[in-house]
């Protein structure tokens, strides 16, 4: 199975600031990367397909990048209903899915 | 408005057997995957199985954990996706999760319903 890595697993940061979180794939997974935010209690919502396609309503604050091994999710200018867990998830293998273990990130 | 609504969660013996459903609204349900996944609390997201649309063949796959207990179906007249869960264990407690997946992308997902399974 493809194994899914996330850095940091967790993220302390202000409104206002940028972030980055990355994933690395086990092996290449070309772009077949998606990432999700899960608040607590709440389903995942996906935010970011293909490592850099914007899910429709989705602020364009979030961008995404990346390719083969290694892929970063960028929020830009932190606002408050952003802080949550994000994941990364290949679908390379599909339908076997694999997610990282998920980076919450906490306000400052 | 894509609407994914899970029930037929609780609580349940180790051992025994649960069905979880799930209504979709929105879309044209046929023409789509389906997948089921859970969260066992304070975890991370785990892949359970996948049912293809009927033009796909219908066919099904699981994740090795649950291969052989658990099995997916779908009645695409009423627009619901079932997982059966048999043989459970206590491993199994989590949130399970219905979703749709739009060209290998889960794009949607339910609320979730919660199973819990302890003596």
């Known amino acids: 199975a493809i194994r899914m890595t996330q850095s940091p697993s967790s993220l302390s940061a202000s409104t206002g600031d940028r972030v980055t979180i990355t994933c690395r794939a086990s092996?290449?997974?070309?772009?077949?990367l998606a990432w999700y935010q899960q608040k607590p209690g709440k389903a995942p919502k996906l935010l970011i397909y293909?490592?850099?396609t914007l899910q429709s309503g989705v602020p364009s604050r979030f961008s995404g990048s990346g390719s083969g091994t290694d892929f970063t999710l960028t929020i830009s200018c932190l606002q408050s209903e952003d802080f949550a867990t994000y994941y990364c998830?290949?679908?390379?293998?599909?339908?076997?899915?694999?997610f990282g273990q998920g980076t919450k990130l906490e306000i400052k | 408005e894509v609407q994914l609504v899970e029930s037929g969660g609780g609580l349940v013996q180790p051992g025994r057997s649960l069905r979880l459903s799930c209504t979709a609204s929105?879309?044209?349900?046929?023409?789509?995957?389906m997948s089921w996944f859970r969260q066992a609390p304070g975890k991370g997201l785990e892949w359970v199985g996948f049912?293809?649309?009927?033009?796909?063949?219908?066919?099904?796959e699981y994740a090795a954990s649950v291969k052989g207990r658990f099995t997916i179906s779908r009645d695409d007249s009423k627009s619901i996706a079932y997982l059966q869960m048999n043989s459970l264990k206590t491993e199994d407690t989590a949130v399970y999760y219905c979703?749709?997946?739009?060209?290998?992308?889960?794009?949607?997902w339910g609320q979730g319903t919660l199973v819990t399974v302890s003596s």
């Open positions: 979703t749709r997946d739009r060209k290998n992308v889960v794009d949607y």
């Open positions: 929105g879309f044209t349900f046929g023409d789509y995957a």
């Open positions: 049912i293809r649309s009927k033009a796909y063949g219908g066919t099904t």
């Open positions: 092996q290449g997974i070309s772009s077949y």
């Open positions: 293909a490592a850099s």
């Open positions: 998830q290949q679908y390379y293998s599909y339908p076997l899915y694999t």
